[in-house]
């Protein structure tokens, strides 16, 4: 511990990782929807899903349950089955799940020391003529190195798909991550930027794949229950659709998209709040040289769905934080070290020693100014 002769701050109340934001808002907003009978998906799904697509600036978005549903489908549609996705190990397990659902291999490429985000260069070095795709998560909300990505893609012909579970609201140079790459995934589950109770979304400018995520997202039916219902000319035979292909039922409702409505409307000033709350951070930890704090590359705005340290020891801090009252994270275990993805592991030089010095501090929109300073008052406390 360093030497602190003030006393320290005392909290009546334990500081989680993350915490939902919302208000009285979304409760009227479901109250609405569960007033009009219609609570599967429908206008408020339809109206979520066009917002949605205007604020990224997309021409599509299609609603799905879930960030795992959305990347599941995105490749589907992209056709990677029987060949090759380059991946990064340092994410959440959905994002290589999704791979293996469409009877792909993952390809783990290793990561950028400063951002986390996966390594343009590794990428290059690990496609073959079986790469079909490239999956890339934005770590934390600050987009990868897109430019690079993208040039990558084109010249060898593979579809890139943005993984940007942490990156809702977030821009690189000047473009909303969502209208970059053809197919972007969202998460919507209860501590991400946009929370909806759970949810997804698919970002994109291809009408045909639009059309074919419709139908995948709702078992292969090619005319879902509020289209039928709004088929005025052919209202006696509401009751017809045809089955296209084997689908899955990954829909959403409009419960949820009607409280994905109000936090859309609120979006920008949640971030606003989670980046001036990562500003307190960087000034109150900057003169300790035993912590590496996050990196911001120019023309990034970042989602800041979290502020990630690194230090020698992260445990031990984790603990120390623990004692505190303050709960910790540790964002991720790399994909390649669980037990079912030893078969696709590969040496991640990068991503095995940086995971090991990883320590995820509380963030979220409703975090106060007093606890954010009782946070760096702890850590400034203590010494590895």
């Not at 899903?49 to 609603?63: H, I, P, T």
Request: contains cysteine; negative net charge; hydrophobic residues 40%.
């Amino acid at each position: 511990m360093t030497a602190n002769s003030t006393p320290l701050q005392v909290i009546d109340h334990s500081i989680p990782v993350f915490r939902p934001y919302s208000d009285e808002s979304e409760v009227q907003a479901v109250a609405e929807v569960l007033r009009s009978g219609w609570w599967g998906q429908g206008p408020k799904t339809v109206e979520f899903e066009q917002r949605f697509a205007e604020f990224v600036g997309a021409k599509y978005a299609v609603s799905v349950n879930s960030a795992t549903a959305a990347l599941h489908l995105a490749l589907a549609v992209a056709g990677v089955e029987g060949g090759e996705v380059i991946s990064t190990a340092m994410t959440f397990v959905s994002t290589n799940h999704a791979i293996l659902y469409n009877g792909a291999t993952p390809v783990f490429a290793d990561i950028e020391a400063d951002t986390l985000n996966i390594d343009p260069d590794d990428i290059e070095r690990k496609i073959t003529p079986r790469t079909r795709a490239i999956v890339v998560v934005h770590y934390g909300g600050h987009p990868a190195d897109m430019e690079r990505i993208n040039a990558i893609a084109r010249q060898h012909n593979l579809i890139v798909v943005e993984d940007a579970a942490h990156a809702c609201g977030s821009s690189y140079q000047g473009q909303l991550v969502g209208s970059i790459a053809p197919l972007t995934c969202f998460s919507f589950h209860p501590v991400k930027n946009l929370a909806t109770g759970d949810g997804g979304m698919i970002t994109l400018a291809n009408a045909d794949w639009d059309a074919r995520l419709r139908r995948l997202r709702w078992v292969g039916i090619n005319k879902d229950t509020w289209i039928r219902s709004r088929d005025k000319d052919a209202a006696q035979y509401a009751w017809q659709y045809d089955v296209d292909e084997l689908g899955f039922k990954c829909h959403t409702n409009d419960i949820n998209s009607a409280i994905g409505l109000v936090q859309l409307q609120r979006l920008p000033q949640m971030n606003a709040r989670r980046r001036e709350i990562a500003a307190m951070y960087d000034a109150g930890l900057r003169d300790l040289d035993w912590i590496q704090r996050p990196v911001r590359r120019e023309g990034i705005v970042s989602a800041q769905h979290n502020y990630v340290i690194r230090l020698d020891k992260r445990d031990q801090l984790a603990e120390w934080l623990r004692t505190h009252r303050i709960a910790t994270g540790v964002h991720y275990i790399p994909n390649h070290l669980h037990a079912m993805y030893k078969p696709y592991a590969t040496p991640l030089p990068v991503t095995e020693r940086e995971w090991t010095r990883l320590l995820t501090l509380p963030l979220y929109p409703a975090l106060t100014d007093g606890e954010v300073n009782y946070i760096i008052d702890v850590i400034r406390r203590y010494h590895a």
